[in-house]
């Protein structure tokens, strides 16, 4: 049977439950207290691998439908923008790296000014890696030169819904160009790189076989049984919507306190004896229920004792490599070398090209976290931990929807846990990009719980793959809450615009706008066509956070013709200061004033008020938003920079009065050239 065969040779890979440990929420985890409770199963071992293929295996437990109480669900109040169903990807089901791909490419044949896909690397199966650039192509300002936001997801295999959250960035943005004045504004102005799937292979092998896989699917491991080959004996089966099922027993006071769900506040302290393993099987998404065994693929007479390899794709990157888990078998090995894997090359070398890049989010899941650097150090000097605290406290804000509360925001080694090799550390220390690492769902992975009659015994139904990601219907709330932070953090990033260029008696007045509130230094240059030039900078070479300046030229220092006018924007970021915009403008000088002859006049645009201001309110500074582990680390208390207020500025000078200044802010004026 070819179908299964080929099935065989990718299955499964090592069970770990140690991450769900350490990923679920404190709520209810079972797991967490049932080592053996997945591997010690009991009466399905003896089918054969076509019987289970085929479904013919035993029905193990069978419950009526509807007679268990399903999982909480949060849901949106109101329906949410998606696409038609149907679509490859529509945000209502799980899609294939086919669906991805299929998607990608029929939003850039939909809107070839907006949307470019792009293969930027293969997997180690050979897959395809996509890239897709999101930008208003016709817009005036060289691609190269505008602010770059980066976003990837799914670094692990089985985070299905961390590349759900990044193509509903892609959708939205897209879909809202035009009507949505947000969009159409990022879109204009900055670049947004999406990677949605990065560990492809990992994808592929969820959704088909194993929904507890984590790593890529390097041919790293095992030759558990000695006979030269690797790979070839891994556990079969947790394929998307398995569950695993077993019996728990509480103390009866507890059990007749909780009767619907005992897994809530300390409740490990009343379970009784080990949690018995009753076995698995499919269903846990709807179909019929079959039970899946273990099945001895190289037929040596030992089940699972050769397992699939795989190197933890967020520990591979080289930024304190050398530190992570150096184990073959385990979950978070770093692999034999920084960047042994292919899909992490691919994203660094991507990544490299960048060169404006302002910020980088990497969805992940498992939890509810929003994570930032440090992820290697609990200790070392985080330098931009004031900006970090206030654009996540914003996120805590605006994820405070759809029935979940606001996420905590964390510096990583201290809310969840130390990490090295990670893609957020790496793209913050060497790229100097501000970054995070959503992670954006998680649960107990409970799909039902069913007491026995009156006594203290439960019978528990997990699937691994719910506790990374919501069921189905549960995608759009969860990928419509990070999209709010992400186009916060799309619009926080710097872009300059010029807002005035006008005579003023003798002396022109150039007005340019930072949009962004992320810090930056503004670099102004002035150059005559004779070549004097006039650098112009705000007083004092302060960092510039969402505002306008304005400076007063003498005419005399301009010729009549090819003036050119260079604003820099250069991330005030505290690892690698660099360049994320550069806009151009030339103009002449008229009788009647300066005509521009390249680049244009805008007014200033103030995103703000779509996110109900720049920083959050002081009731999300509460501790409970800041950390997710007691005790708390200390972490600085941030008070937001005040933010200039910024009056529109009309693009034709007689509007105004030349000398009024409708900020209030002062004007340079700058009566010096130097020579050329
Ligand atoms: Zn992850």
Redesign the pocket.
């Known amino acids: 049977m070819p179908a299964p065969r080929r099935s065989l040779l990718i299955l499964g890979s090592v069970l770990t439950l140690a991450l769900i440990t350490l990923l679920s929420g404190p709520r209810r985890q079972p797991s967490a207290n049932a080592p053996d409770a997945l591997g010690g199963l009991l009466a399905i071992d003896d089918y054969s691998l076509g019987e289970i293929l085929e479904g013919a295996g035993p029905a193990i437990e069978r419950f009526p439908p509807g007679a268990l109480p399903a999982a909480p669900q949060v849901a949106a109040q109101e329906p949410l923008p998606a696409p038609v169903e149907g679509s490859p990807v529509d945000f209502r089901h799980y899609p294939s790296p086919e669906e991805i791909r299929d998607f990608l490419q029929d939003l850039a044949a939909a809107h070839p000014d907006l949307v470019t896909v792009q293969t930027i690397g293969h997997s180690w199966q050979g897959r395809p890696i996509d890239a897709v650039r999101l930008t208003n192509a016709r817009a005036p300002q060289p691609i190269a030169d505008r602010p770059v936001i980066l976003i990837d997801a799914q ?2 295999a089985r ?1 299905l819904v ?1 590349a759900q959250v990044a193509l509903y960035n892609v959708w939205r943005l897209v879909d809202g160009y035009g009507k949505d004045p947000v969009a159409t504004r990022i879109l204009d102005t900055r670049v947004v790189h999406v990677i949605p799937s990065v560990n492809v292979d990992g994808n592929a092998l969820v959704l088909a076989d194993n929904q507890n896989n ?1 790593k890529t699917l390097s041919p790293a491991c095992c030759d558990d049984d000695g006979d030269g080959k690797v790979d070839e004996d891994p556990p079969l089966s947790y394929g998307y919507g398995t569950d695993s099922l077993s019996r728990y027993t509480f103390d009866q006071a507890w059990a007749d306190a909780h009767p619907q769900d005992p897994f809530v506040d300390d409740w490990r302290g009343h379970v009784i004896g080990q949690p018995q393993a009753l076995g698995r099987f499919t269903g846990a998404l709807g179909g019929e229920r079959r039970a899946i065994a273990r099945v001895d693929a190289d037929g040596d007479g030992r089940i699972q004792e050769d397992p699939l390899g795989g190197v933890d794709p ?1 520990r591979n990157y080289d930024w304190f490599w050398e530190g992570g888990d150096a184990r073959i078998g385990s979950d978070a090995f770093r692999g034999p070398a920084a960047w042994s894997e292919p899909e992490v090359r691919t994203l660094r070398d991507y990544v490299a090209e960048l060169g404006t890049i302002a910020a980088s989010v990497s969805y ?3 939890t509810d976290l929003l994570l930032h650097p440090w992820a290697y150090s609990e200790s070392d000097p985080l330098p931009d931990e004031g900006i970090y605290e206030l654009l996540g406290a914003k996120g805590s804000q605006l994820t405070a929807v759809h029935g979940f509360p606001g996420t905590v925001r964390t510096w990583t080694a201290r809310g969840l846990y130390v990490a090295m090799g990670s893609s957020m550390d790496y793209i913050y220390a060497k790229m100097g990009a501000l970054a995070f690492a959503p ?1 954006t769902f998680g649960d107990s992975g409970i799909t039902r719980i069913e007491r026995l009659g009156a006594t203290g015994t439960y019978t528990v139904g997990q699937a691994t793959g719910f506790s990374f990601n919501p069921r189905p219907e549960g995608i759009l709330p969860v990928a419509d809450r990070w999209d709010r932070w992400a186009r916060y953090l799309m619009a926080a990033s710097p872009n300059i615009a010029l807002n005035a260029l006008r005579r003023d008696g003798d002396a022109l007045l150039i007005a340019i706008g930072s949009e962004g509130v992320m810090p930056i230094r503004l670099r102004v240059t002035l150059t005559a066509a004779d070549g004097r030039r006039l650098e112009l900078a705000p007083e004092g070479d302060r960092v510039v956070h969402a505002e306008q300046l304005r400076w007063r030229v003498p005419l005399t220092a301009l010729g009549a013709q090819g003036n050119r006018l260079e604003a820099e924007a250069i991330l005030a970021s505290g690892t690698r200061p660099h360049r994320v915009e550069l806009a151009r403008w030339s103009f002449d000088l008229d009788p009647a004033g300066p005509r521009l002859t390249v680049g244009g006049i805008e007014p200033f645009t103030d995103l703000s008020a779509h996110f109900g201001g720049w920083w959050a309110g002081p009731e999300w500074n509460d501790p409970r938003y800041r950390c997710s582990k007691e005790p708390c680390q200390p972490q600085i208390l941030v008070t937001p920079p005040p933010l200039p207020t910024v009056a529109a500025e009309p693009t034709e000078a007689p509007a105004l009065s030349p000398t009024a200044s409708p900020t209030g802010a002062p004007e340079l004026v700058l009566p010096l050239l130097r020579a050329p």
């Open positions: 670094h692990h985070e961390s984590r967020n992940h899941s498992g992670e």
